[in-house]
């Protein structure tokens, strides 16, 4: 089945600075690619995501990139703010199935003043 | 709209006790899904559902029993609780498997 590595688990940057967070999968089949911010007690919500058949795409502070020739995708957010403080989570899903999505562990990001 | 809701938010089990997770979607969703969320562990899925009348096997099965009761629920039934399915768990739906998966509130169950 696909596996999904996320890293890092944690990342600290100062507001107003970039944040990068990355994935690798192993399904080269995969063809969706959503990321998801879940802050503390809440449910996930998706905030981004990218089909196989895209290289990059943008959301005002958000892109994601997509490289599939080495299986991996990066979610990227320019000028940080507080409330970007969650736990991000990127997934990826294989197609020509139904079956849900493979989660990575997780990535806090903290923002600091 | 309500979106997806799932009840109850919180549970307490002894080991061996069974209950039921429910769960709805009030946006005309054809698939439906169970996950786990384990600290560190991200969300792993559990079963899934690609239309009515349809189950299927996730990630982590074992120890859970579904069923798709229409187009709108899809309910979670552990039949003897144990102390590893203490976890949080999170319904999602989406139009089909190619689109955004939309979550529910999650229930947090605890079994001592």
């Known amino acids: 089945g696909e596996n999904v590595e996320q890293h890092p688990s944690t990342l600290s940057v100062q507001e107003g600075d970039s944040a990068v967070i990355k994935c690798t999968y192993s399904d080269s089949a995969s063809n969706y690619f959503p990321w998801y911010k879940q802050e503390l007690g809440k449910r996930p919500q998706l905030i981004i995501d990218i089909r196989s058949n895209v290289g990059e795409k943008k959301d005002q502070r958000i892109a994601v990139t997509l490289n599939k020739t080495a299986k991996h995708f990066s979610l990227h957010i320019t000028e940080t703010q507080p409330e970007d403080s969650a736990v991000y989570f990127c997934a990826a899903r294989v197609g020509g199935g139904a079956d849900g999505l493979t989660f990575g562990k997780g990535t806090h990001l903290i923002i600091q003043p | 709209n309500a979106g997806v809701t799932q009840t109850p938010k919180f549970q307490v089990l002894k080991t061996g006790q069974s209950m039921t997770l429910q769960c709805a979607q009030d946006?005309?969703?054809?698939?439906m899904y169970w996950y786990r969320q384990d600290p560190g562990m991200g969300l792993r899925l559990i079963y899934y559902s690609a239309s009515e009348g349809t189950t299927d096997k996730g990630e982590v099965p074992n120890g859970y029993n579904v069923s798709r009761l229409n187009k709108r629920e899809f309910s979670l039934r552990l039949e003897s609780a144990a102390p590893s399915q203490t976890s949080v768990y999170f319904c999602a739906s989406s139009m089909d498997s190619n689109y955004e998966q939309y979550f529910g509130p999650g229930t947090r169950l605890t079994v001592t």
């Open positions: 946006m005309n969703h054809n698939s």
